[in-house]
């Protein structure tokens, strides 16, 4: 019972270097045009945010329209424009090859997943 009446000190603390990390590693411009593709913007957590030149690319984890979390999601922000891994052209921009190797391999999991769902698709009994 002790360990429960604890828990929400224990999130809180968990909590705190992420969305601390949150405010400091994103540019307010990119934190916005992320911000901007999401349900629930407001939920936003970054994280491993990296900035090369002109290319940002991190993580963002936020709620869906149910109010769960959805998990990491890879995202690049290149030329004023956002493409998260799971976008149709992810695999296609040629600033992906600035981001961190975490990046790089949600990117290209993800077009694997989309080469194997029209593969799949397109299968005829």
């Avoid at 540019?27 to 290319?55: C, K, M, W, Y």
Wanted: glycine share 6%; proline share 3%; hydrophobic share 45%.
């Amino acid at each position: 019972m002790a360990i429960l009446q604890r828990a929400p000190a224990l999130i809180s603390w968990a909590i705190a270097p992420i969305v601390g990390l949150a405010v400091v590693a994103c540019d307010n411009a990119v934190e916005s045009a992320v911000r901007a593709r999401l349900i629930d913007p407001q939920s936003a957590l970054f994280s491993e945010v990296e900035t090369h030149g002109e290319t940002t690319c991190g993580f963002v984890n936020s709620k869906n329209s149910l109010g769960g979390y959805v998990g990491r999601q890879a995202f690049i922000y290149h030329d004023g424009v956002v493409t998260f891994a799971t976008d149709e052209d992810a695999s296609y921009i040629p600033a992906v090859s600035t981001c961190s190797q975490a990046v790089k391999d949600a990117v290209t999991s993800e077009g694997f997943k989309r080469i194997k769902r029209r593969a799949e698709s397109q299968v005829v009994n």
